[in-house]
């Protein structure tokens, strides 16, 4: 069924809805839109770090520090957050069969607090590194840029727990009656997941911002060495958020992929029982394991083996979606199409990556790759290579359902090919640069230390392959939607098959979209 398309609704009356998919686009393009602008500071990081000792781009450490915090706080909480709370909103309500969110008020200002705590920090853009570690965030960290960062990121946490009771209350007071919660789909289930974790994870981090910002007025000294505070118990607390967020990130990419690889695979999914413990085990174990951030803070022997026993219990959890990929697809007849590649890409490396964790967990390896590009590396093939990766694959599933428009198959395997390529030629060669000794979060590194030099410029040529591959994506986005042929709403890439088709649900607004 080709839907005849029909004139776009104005922006202003989208801006304004409290409908769950006008909310879903207003996220997505508010994400998409961060991400181009967290990726031009990553393109000037790694294009500074070309050759050593020099300042083209960047001038000083205190600029570089500046762009490297905002780089950060941009690709965590303006662009992954967004994107998966944007395509949750347009799915989780049509997957559970109800009208809409649960709160939809609740749901518009919720995101309309996103552009609130992204003008903060980008206006702030302090140095404080995204981490923001006491004593320096406290004590030597310029304002008001640090007061910014903290104010911008409490609304920015307050959004995602207004957001998380949503998706909460809509999966389990709204589902219909008929549904049985163990038939919900498993992207469904990875943003329940991911909204507990956040509605108890969220609070610390927010309690350790109003206790920094405290100390920095000097009306207390939780964090301040000087005023008889402890930094460690910043640690303790930052670690307590973020290592859960880490999964908060990924599991929504993950569940991504569940709605595209059985679908291209032309297969039902091998175990819908499995990918749902998998998915609640990942959320307990996230919050056993924020220590091990913390093995070279001096915690004794004992309490180090527990958090790399609680790490280690993620690696069961995690085999079992990459099991249950791989059982899908074993059999079947696969479409390759821009999706599915990206889908495949992300299981690949984010197999690579969780072996990378194995060895990070391990305290031996630890304390040589602490601190270290290693880590940069490993992050990143969890930031780039499956969440990445998950989003742009689902962000081409819906296009055809968000615009009414076939994307072009050729664009879309160009950019694959030089995503994937600059992904693990940068990434990789990040790991052996840790491995190398070369330090994280540095402004510059001595030039008679030639295999760095040459370790870097690797690096960087990755980093612009994957620069242009998103140079692509954003030409398709914007020409296909306007200019591609229209779509066949029953089966866009001609897959056939009885098996996962997707949930036609027209938007009340008019107008073909609605997934």
């Given amino acids: ?31 998409i839109t961060f991400l181009f602008m967290g990726g031009v500071l990553a393109m000037i990081i790694r294009t500074h770090l070309f050759f050593p000792g020099q300042g083209v781009l960047v001038s000083d450490s205190a600029t570089y520090n500046r762009i490297f915090t905002v780089h950060g706080l941009t690709m965590l909480f303006l662009f992954a957050l967004p994107v998966a709370n944007g395509i949750g909103n347009i799915l989780v309500p049509i997957m559970v069969r109800y009208k809409d969110m649960a709160y939809p008020k609740l749901n518009a200002i919720a995101f309309w607090m996103n552009p609130v705590g992204a003008a903060l920090l980008w206006l702030g853009f302090a140095d404080t590194t995204w981490v923001s570690y006491a004593p320096y965030s406290i004590i030597r960290a310029p304002g008001p840029a640090a007061d910014m960062f903290i104010f911008g990121m409490k609304i920015l946490g307050i959004s995602s727990i207004l957001s998380s009771i949503n998706f909460v209350v809509t999966i389990l007071k709204c589902k ?24 108890v994870a969220m609070p610390t981090y927010a ?36 290592h859960p967020e880490v999964y908060i990130f990924l599991l929504p990419a993950i569940g991504m992929m569940y709605e595209i690889i059985p679908r291209f695979s032309r297969k039902p999914l091998y175990s819908q029982a499995s990918g749902v413990f998998a998915f609640v ?6 919050f056993a394991s924020w220590g091990h951030h913390m093995y070279s803070t001096g915690m004794d022997f004992t309490t180090k083996v527990v958090f790399m026993i609680g790490t280690l219990a993620a690696v ?38 969780g072996a990378g964790g194995v060895l990070n967990s391990a305290m031996p390896l630890d304390f040589i790759t602490h601190g ?20 742009v694959g689902m962000i081409y599933y819906m296009f055809p359902y968000i615009t009414g428009r076939m994307y072009s198959e050729k664009w879309a395997s160009a950019h694959f090919v030089l995503m994937f390529w600059g992904s ?43 620069g242009a591959s998103f140079a692509i994506f954003l030409a398709v986005l914007i020409y296909y939607s306007a200019k591609g042929k229209p779509a066949n709403m029953d089966d866009p890439w001609g897959i056939g098959g009885k098996y996962y088709y997707p949930v036609a649900a027209k938007n009340p607004h008019g107008g073909h979209s609605g997934y």
Avoid: C
Avoid at 20 to 25: C, I, P, Q, R, S
Avoid at 176 to 199: E, G, K, N, Q, Y
Avoid at 281 to 286: A, D, K, P, Q, R
């Fill in 1 to 31: 069924m080709v839907l005849e398309l029909q004139k776009p609704r104005p922006v202003w009356q989208i801006m304004f809805s409290t409908h769950h998919t006008d909310v879903g686009y207003l996220y997505l393009v508010f994400g």
């Fill in 176 to 199: 219909h009656p008929d549904l049985p919660l163990r038939r919900v789909p498993l992207f469904a289930w990875s943003m329940l997941t991911v909204s507990l974790m956040t509605i």
């Fill in 207 to 242: 309690a350790a911002l109003i206790m920094m910002l405290t100390d920095r007025l000097g009306l207390s000294g939780f964090f301040n060495p000087f005023a008889g505070g402890d930094p460690i118990a910043y640690l303790h607390l930052f670690w307590f958020t973020f």
């Fill in 281 to 286: 085990m990942l959320g307990i174990i996230g």
């Fill in 316 to 353: 069961p959890a995690s085999g079992m979606h990459v099991f249950n990929f791989l059982a899908t697809m074993w059999g079947g007849r696969i479409r390759f199409s821009a999706p599915m590649k990206f889908a495949i890409g992300g299981i690949a490396l984010f197999f690579s990556a």
């Fill in 372 to 391: 270290t590009y290693w880590v940069v590396g490993h992050m990143h093939l969890f930031l780039i290579g499956t969440i990445g990766f998950g989003f």
């Fill in 424 to 466: 693990v030629q940068m990434l990789y060669t990040q790991h052996l640069l840790g491995l190398e000794g070369m330090p994280r979060r540095v402004y510059d590194y001595p030039v008679e230390f030639t295999s760095w030099t040459q370790l870097n410029q690797i690096a960087t040529v990755g980093g612009w392959l994957l």
